[in-house]
């Protein structure tokens, strides 16, 4: 059953609830659709340079979510985490499970934010990226959502066509 069919989350009020179900569904999809996937399945790819493999858009949600989530709240984004940025989706062959631990590990200090996050901060200019574009917390949140979904879609399909067999 999808998250958001489970209604409020208790003790928040309905924006955040809104988030939380749709971040839960993030969470639950990419851990749906990398289990029992075999090493070779995470970084295999049916177009080298064109399509991204699994183990790299798990590796890209995990840590675009988390830099995204320090923006929104006004966090500071080490060093480190932002010069992972460009090379989450490289094929390194890293151990599957480690690769999850981290996504999942960073998905939730995502969501320990969002149930906590002071509503009165929604319209708060914050600065994105090396560049400092000036962006709302509102429309950040908004995009380390859909950011996260649109590439949770991608694992799905990567996995459909691994279990497919055009991997052979």
Not at 85 to 91: A, I, T, W
Not at 152 to 158: D, E, K, L, S
């Amino acid at each position: 059953m999808d998250p958001f069919l489970s209604g409020d989350v208790p003790g928040t009020v309905p924006l955040v609830s809104a988030w939380l179900r749709g971040h839960q569904h993030l969470v639950e999809n990419v851990t749906r659709w990398t289990e029992d996937l075999p090493p070779e399945g995470w970084w295999w790819t049916p177009a080298v340079g064109t399509l991204n493999p699994i183990g790299g858009l798990v590796r890209h949600i995990g840590g675009s979510s988390l830099r995204l989530w320090l923006y929104a709240s006004g966090g500071d984004v080490e060093d480190e985490l932002r010069e992972q940025g460009p090379h989450e989706l490289e094929v390194d062959r890293a151990e599957p499970t480690s690769v999850l631990a981290t996504c999942l590990e960073r998905l939730a200090r995502v969501g320990e934010g969002l149930r906590g996050f002071d509503l009165a901060e929604l319209g708060t200019v914050r600065y994105v990226g090396r560049k400092r574009i000036p962006v709302r917390s509102a429309l950040i949140i908004q995009h380390l959502l859909e950011h996260g979904h649109a590439h949770a879609g991608q694992v799905i399909v990567g996995r459909k066509l691994w279990d497919a067999g055009v991997w052979r």
